[in-house]
């Protein structure tokens, strides 16, 4: 019937196959089918590789359709060095809410209706943002840059991620971790290792930028490795963590903060440095949507001396932490009316 022009199973499979681009030989003298070289006679076996190469396919065009999408796919399009395989371990992990993570997906996807979404804007002239009123009211403007909610959503959202890292040196060094419903305290120690938490430290020359996220003064080893910790927007990662190692390793007095690169003066490690530590320094920044660079899972595991599983667990552990903070952040935010 297929050689006749009319439909039949054979005549319906093939079409489906062209539909994903999947080419296949029959041989009816022998009755096996010919896929990418290899020769099927058993039905079953057929059928699971024909079933793979279609789901394989069918994800391909979908995510080509997702990145010419001009908001959905300018993650996948940026020039930052984001790792788009574990920037979604949150999202493959499947422990968020599915208000939490339809909030995110529509913020990275440029679908939360602030003032400068297009139905807004043919009916209003007014793009400042409801809650701060200094900028227009941008996506990332309300995640990552709104002065109303920076010493409180952001602050709480910065410290949930970061005690992800505080919880897994504490589990390595044998402390005991505060339960997610306790301050974290600031110093803790035992015989081998120091904790600080938001401690300042105290040096000879007056440091300005004295006082980071995390610190692990390693009392064996005389080393001391600083933690600094941010939540960007995913444009802004590479330029938070230049921020942060300028303001720790080139100029703690620098007052001119964002302007990159700064001019070398006293800074943090180099006093620990004098004091006889052998410091090192380690920035880690998540996209507000969970967004992480190529490479931190290898600069975790390197720096806090633990397993790969263990590194990609705590950027899992740390992403969900940040997106459950964007989704609060942003639930605030709309719930304000805009004037």
């Known amino acids: 019937m297929a050689n006749r022009g009319k439909r039949c199973v054979i005549s319906d499979a093939q079409s489906i196959l062209k539909t994903y681009n999947i080419n296949a030989e029959i041989d009816e003298a022998h009755s096996t089918v010919i896929l990418d070289g290899a020769i099927f006679v058993d039905a079953k076996t057929l059928a699971r590789h024909v079933v793979s190469l279609m789901r394989t396919a069918y994800n391909n065009m979908r995510y080509e359709k997702w990145r ?24 493959k992990q499947g422990m968020l809410s599915s208000t939490a ?73 044998g402390l005991v971790p505060p339960h997610y419903t306790q301050q974290v305290l600031p110093v803790q120690e035992n015989d081998t290792i120091k904790l600080y938490w938001n401690q300042p430290v105290q040096t000879k020359k007056i440091i300005r930028h004295n006082k980071p996220d995390i610190i ?90 633990i397993s790969s599983e263990a590194a990609d667990e705590c950027i899992e552990r740390m992403q969900r932490s940040a997106v459950l903070g964007t989704s609060r952040i942003i639930k605030n935010h709309l719930s304000k009316k805009a004037h």
């Open 101 to 173: 993570v339809r909030n995110v997906l529509a913020a990275q996807e440029g679908c939360l209706l602030t003032k400068t979404h297009p139905v807004h804007t043919k009916h209003s002239a007014d793009l400042s943002c409801r809650a701060c009123r200094k900028s227009k009211e941008t996506i990332a403007h309300v995640i990552s840059n709104c002065t109303t909610w920076l010493p409180t959503l952001y602050v709480d959202r910065h410290d949930s991620a970061a005690r992800n890292i505080y919880y897994k040196l504490c589990q390595k060094y």
């Open 216 to 305: 692990l003064f390693d009392k064996i080893k005389k080393t001391a490795l600083v933690i600094e910790f941010a939540i960007s927007w995913f444009t802004g990662i590479e330029r938070q963590i230049d921020i942060k190692t300028n303001r720790y390793c080139v100029n703690g007095n620098y007052d001119q903060d964002l302007n990159v690169p700064y001019p070398n003066g006293d800074n943090l490690l180099r006093e620990l440095q004098t004091a006889g530590w052998d410091a090192s320094f380690l920035p880690i920044v998540i996209g507000a949507n969970g967004e992480v660079l190529l490479g931190l899972s290898g600069k975790i595991k390197e720096n806090l001396g």
């Open 68 to 91: 010419d999408l001009p908001l959905a796919g300018r993650v996948l399009s940026s020039n930052a060095n984001i790792d788009l395989v574990a920037s979604f371990a949150w999202l």
